[in-house]
């Protein structure tokens, strides 16, 4: 499990451009990021994470809907993941990004559930993104998870991820 990508943005797009690394602030967000809070906040909404194998599910075929051609950042993801089952996580997940002293550590608060900005999603992919329980029923989406960040610190690609899953599982709700 690894960070493959990683993105920000200064200005309010769909995608956030590659960058080399992205700097980690605590209870805040992603330095120089447009969604980047001025000052330590409560949401859950400060770092979007999502893992490269949703680009690879929704470049597939379907017979219902159309295939995306998609890459990092194209979602509006902060961090983009190789190898790291993100909707599986438990809520309170922390995700720690390297092993070195003052390594960056995000709590997992939840799937992201997009609220804004919907008209300018392609046609057909947030369908495609609907994650439904065993009755078919819709209870979320696979666009990601949402985080705080606990600990500050530097993020780039290459940077393995260990996972610490809380005592207790706790199914991944919407933020």
Known sequence: MSVLSVQMSTEH????????????????????DIHCAT????SPRQVHIIDSS??????????????????PGSLGENITTDGLDLISLSEGTRL???????????KVMGLRNPKK???????????????????????????GVM???????????GYTIYVDQPKHFRALGNV
Not at 39 to 42: K, N, R, Y
Not at 121 to 139: A, F, I, M, S, Y
């Open 39 to 42: 000052s330590p906040t409560t």
């Open 54 to 71: 949703l680009f690879a599910h929704l470049a597939s075929h379907s017979s219902k809907h159309p295939s995306f051609a998609l890459s």
């Open 13 to 32: 797009t769909f995608y956030k451009s590659p960058t080399q690394y992205i700097y980690l602030l605590a209870n805040c967000g992603v330095q120089g």
């Open 117 to 143: 900005r919907l008209d300018e999603w392609p046609e057909g992919l947030l369908e495609r993104c609907k994650l439904k329980d065993k009755k078919g029923k819709t209870v979320g989406r696979t666009v």
């Open 147 to 157: 985080g705080v960040v606990e600990h500050e610190g530097y993020v780039q690609p």
């Open 96 to 106: 720690h990004f390297g092993d070195h002293e003052g390594h960056a550590v995000v």
